[in-house]
Structure formats: structure tokens, C-alpha cells
């Protein structure tokens, strides 16, 4: 028996393999989210000044104004009530009022408080959420609920990218580092996506990476891992400089193209040898776990690939319920009954791809 249109994705040492299934796919129908009211309070600082009702002053210094001394206290009087209260009005706090749901809020609660420990941000949206709850329990069972899911949609962020990974090929890691004296921080976001859109399109680029800031300088630059076919259109050069954070000299292969253009660059070679595509990983899950940080994506970077599956290439069933099969390093690809070759890259670019 063999497994046709199966689904095959590398874990990173092994091919496996998801058999196609013919269960129909069910429309799950989409909760309708409660609107909630937000009401935020800020003080107007805006103050007026209080105006003296003018007078003249004779040569014996006696004070005098236009109408007689009674009228101008009491207009003295009424002038400084008049402005007390104006000024108290204006201090009070003015309301600023927001419609949202509580699916938004949940997010916006998680991503202000995504730098604390798990329980006392837990902690932090419930204390903030409870007044749209009629009971504790509901708010507190709420955000329980909605932290699962946050945790298990990042399992799956973290999954999509390792799957994709370990089928592009990538091999070199770069660093591109914001210059403000050739860009704005969004200048040099727009630019340098378009660069890498147009060197995907024209040159075969493919590339995932993330954005993110030093800690120290809060300088913006971006982290990638890239499958670049020629290495030599870019002309890397060995610089020796001085890094300030391990506080030694270090050396680094730098383009010229991109630091005349962008700011700084870093390339480093990814050696399959030395398993330095784990650690690479390792360091861009890091931003995605701790600062909510989105992967970008190139085109033309799949999950798996499509094959039919014989049964004696099968080592075993794994997974949840032995859904998923555990394949032999070199079990045989074939396309709709037609034989391809033993796995390889070259066979796997021959291949369909899915996502």
C-alpha cells in the first residue's frame, strides 16, 4: 500500500511524512466579539491668565478707577471668581472615548506587558480587564483562555519557520544595521525590503528575518538568514573592527553595495557542517518569543514539498494518533506515479510545493 499526494517536510534530521486525507473541511463558524466602551482621562494643561481690571494712579498715589471704588471691587472680585472657576474647568480631566472588543484589548494588554514574567503580566491584564467582566472568575478564565492562545499560535509560528528553513537552502546569516546619516528608520525599512524584493526577483534570492533593536542604542537592523545562488556579485570584504559589546577586535565579511546604501552589513557563512543553521534559528525565535516580533518572508519559501510514499521507505508512525510517517534518508520522490530519484535537493526542486 502506498501513500499518495503525501505532505513531506525535514525536521532538521529526518523526513516526515503527512499522508493525504480526503476529510472535507469544515467552515468553523466565527464568534461575534462583544463591543466595549474605553474611556481614558487626560488633564488639559492649558491654563488662563488672570487679567487686573487697569486703574490710574494721582500724584498723591491714591488709586482711581473709571467708575467709582465700589464698582471696581466688585469688579475686582467678580474678575478673580470669574477666572478661578474658568481655570478649574480647564484643569478637570477631558475624556477621550473608545469602542473596541475585548479580543483587541487582550492583545493590546499583551503586547504592553510582553517584557514581564508570565504571571505578573497575567496578572497586570486581568487587574486591567476585570472592570468589563461581571465576575472575577469569568475575567480570570477569559485570560487564561486567550494566553493558551497566544502560546500556541507562537508553537506554530515557530514550527512554520523551522519547516521552512530546513527546506531553502539557506547559507549565510546577515546583519544589515540602520545609518541615520543615509535614512529615517522608515526610509530604511522601505528601502531595504524593496532591495531584497528586487534581488529575490531578479538574482533568486530567498530570505526570513526579523527586525529588531540593540538593547544599549536602541538602533534598528535587521536579522536574516539568506539563500544567495552567487555570493561574488556583492564582493564581500574582511574588516577588522572593534565590537563594543564582547569588547574585542573581531572580523567581519561586509558588502560594499549595501553599506554605501543601507548602513553596516555582516555576512556570515552558514556551514551545514557546523550546524550553525540551529543556532541562527535559536537567535531569531528569541525575538519572536520575547518581543512579539512578526518573521518576514520571502516568496517561493514552502513548508513541504509533495510526494508519493511507498511502503517499504517507511521506518514507522509517529506523531499524534500515528498519523504523521517517520521516512528513510533516502526513500524514493514520485510526482503523480512517475519516479523522480532518491531525496536530494536537486530532486526536491523538481517537486510541488505547499504550504
Same mark, same amino acid.
Given at each position: ?37 474605553? =474611556? ?7 491654563? !488662563? ?14 488709586? /482711581? ?7 471696581? !471691587?466688585?469688579?475686582? &472680585? ?21 469602542? &473596541? &472588543? ?11 506587558? =510582553? ?18 467582566? #461581571? ?6 478564565? @477569559? ?6 492562545? #497566544? ?7 515557530? &514550527? ?14 546577515? !546583519? ?19 532591495? /531584497?524584493?528586487?534581488?529575490? @526577483? ?39 573592527? @572593534?565590537?563594543? =559589546? ?36 535559536? @537567535? ?6 520575547? !518581543? ?14 509533495? $510526494? ?33 530519484? $532518491? ?13
Amino acid at each position: 500500500m502506498s501513500f499518495g499526494e503525501s505532505k513531506v517536510y525535514f525536521d532538521g534530521s529526518h523526513y516526515i511524512a503527512i499522508p493525504h486525507t480526503t476529510k472535507p473541511k469544515r467552515k468553523r463558524p466565527k464568534p461575534v466579539e462583544e463591543e466595549i466602551t474605553i =474611556i481614558q482621562e487626560t488633564e488639559d494643561s492649558t491654563l !488662563t491668565e488672570n487679567v487686573d481690571v487697569p486703574s490710574f494712579v494721582t500724584d498723591n498715589g491714591e488709586n /482711581f478707577s473709571t467708575d467709582n471704588q465700589n464698582e471696581d !471691587t466688585e469688579s475686582n &472680585t467678580t474678575s478673580k471668581t470669574d477666572a478661578a472657576d474658568t481655570s478649574e474647568s480647564e484643569l478637570k480631566p477631558t475624556a477621550i472615548v473608545k469602542k &473596541t &472588543t475585548k479580543k483587541e484589548l487582550f492583545n493590546e494588554l499583551y503586547m504592553k506587558y =510582553i517584557n514581564l514574567s508570565k504571571r505578573e503580566r497575567k496578572r497586570e491584564i486581568i487587574q486591567e480587564m476585570l472592570p468589563f467582566f #461581571k465576575k472575577e472568575e469569568h475575567c480570570n478564565l @477569559y485570560v487564561t483562555l486567550n494566553i493558551e492562545r #497566544k502560546q500556541r499560535n507562537l508553537i506554530c509560528r515557530r &514550527t512554520r519557520m523551522c519547516r521552512k528553513a530546513n527546506l531553502a537552502n539557506f547559507n549565510y546569516f546577515c !546583519t544589515f544595521t540602520y545609518n541615520d546619516k543615509l535614512h529615517s528608520e522608515t526610509g530604511f525599512k522601505k528601502s531595504l525590503k524593496t532591495c /531584497f524584493r528586487n534581488l529575490c @526577483y531578479r538574482k533568486g534570492w530567498k530570505y526570513m528575518g526579523v527586525w529588531e533593536r540593540a538593547p544599549k542604542t536602541n538602533r534598528l537592523h535587521f536579522h536574516g538568514l539568506f539563500s544567495i545562488p552567487d555570493i561574488s556579485i556583492l564582493e564581500l570584504n574582511t574588516v577588522k573592527d @572593534y565590537d563594543t =559589546i564582547s569588547h574585542k577586535m573581531q572580523e567581519s565579511n561586509q558588502s560594499e553595495y549595501f553599506n554605501t546604501r543601507f548602513g553596516r552589513s555582516d555576512f556570515k557563512y552558514i556551514d551545514a557542517d557546523e550546524r550553525r543553521l540551529g543556532s541562527a534559528l535559536a @537567535y531569531l525565535m528569541k525575538y519572536i518569543e520575547k !518581543t512579539g516580533e512578526k518573521i518576514v518572508y520571502s516568496k517561493g519559501l514552502p513548508q513541504f514539498f509533495m $510526494s508519493d510514499i511507498l511502503d517499504k521507505d517507511i521506518v514507522c508512525t509517529i506523531g499524534q494518533e500515528d498519523k504523521k510517517l517517520l521516512l528513510f534518508d533516502d526513500f524514493t520522490c514520485i510526482d503523480e506515479g512517475c519516479i523522480v530519484g $532518491s531525496v536530494s535537493p536537486e530532486v526536491i526542486q523538481q517537486l510541488r510545493k505547499c504550504n
